[in-house]
């Protein structure tokens, strides 16, 4: 069974820098082929990928946010760990994780999500 | 950027009729090397995470019930529910995984 779950804090300060942290079972990121996302969405509104780790520890980022993401993961904890500096009250959103299980497929399995809300 | 359009914004149905929602790609989505639309379709429902409903515009994933059937290629797709149910009552996205990744702005299905 695979589950995923998205861990961090809920209220933060604009300016302070987010970090999420995506738990998974189930599934390993050093399996070929395989990638974890994280994807947003703003309370009411559309879903927006944001960043995706493969195995292979390459990486990729919304162009819109690149300046300010980083991911890495832990292999050996079945982790990924997502950070967003300068956040703003408009990056107010659900944080979700989901596993990209195949070459070029959809997110087939998603976290419940962390809700963040950044506000002075 | 690959923009994915939907529509409509939002549709009420009836209890077992059908309904359709269209999702249109800025560029085709169509892989000739191996014949593939990158395009899937999600569904949310209030509170949860969502869906994937299906994937490479046409495969139902396992458990998905046959009401749902996707259709299309290229840059224009439809999500079809033959037969609304109202646990079908949810926000549905597509998405393509062409080039990066991108979804649509969603379409809201009510019950009528």
């Known amino acids: 069974q695979i589950t995923l779950k998205e861990s961090g804090p809920t209220v933060m300060k604009p300016t302070q820098t987010l970090t999420l942290t995506c738990t998974f079972s189930?599934?390993?990121?050093?399996?070929?082929?395989?990638?974890v996302a994280w994807i947003r969405q703003p309370p009411g509104k559309a879903l927006e990928w944001v960043a995706l780790?493969?195995?292979?520890?390459?990486?990729r980022y919304s162009p819109s946010l690149s300046s300010r993401l980083s991911l890495t993961k832990d292999t050996s904890k079945s982790q990924v760990v997502l950070t967003m500096t300068d956040m703003d009250p408009v990056d107010t959103a659900t944080y979700y994780c989901?596993?990209?299980?195949?070459?070029?497929?959809?997110?087939?399995?998603w976290g419940q999500g962390a809700l963040v809300i950044v506000s002075s | 950027d690959i923009v994915m359009t939907q529509s409509p914004d939002s549709l009420a149905v009836s209890l077992g009729e059908r309904a359709t929602i269209n999702c249109k790609s800025s560029?085709?989505?169509?892989?000739?090397?191996?014949?593939?639309?990158?395009l899937a379709w999600y569904q949310q429902k209030p509170g949860q995470p969502p869906k994937l409903l299906i994937s490479?515009?046409?495969t139902r994933e396992s458990g998905v019930p046959d009401r749902f059937s996707g259709s299309g290629s290229g840059t224009d797709f439809t999500l079809t529910i033959s037969s609304l149910q109202a646990e079908d009552v949810a926000v549905y996205y597509c998405?393509?995984?062409?080039?990066?990744?991108?979804f649509g702005q969603g379409t809201k299905v009510e019950m009528k």
């Open positions: 780790i493969y195995w292979d520890n390459d990486k």
């Open positions: 189930g599934f390993s990121l050093s399996t070929s082929d395989v990638a």
């Open positions: 560029r085709s989505l169509l892989y000739s090397a191996n014949n593939k639309n990158y």
């Open positions: 490479w515009a046409s």
């Open positions: 989901a596993l990209r299980g195949s070459e070029d497929g959809p997110f087939d399995s």
């Open positions: 998405q393509q995984s062409y080039i990066s990744w991108t």
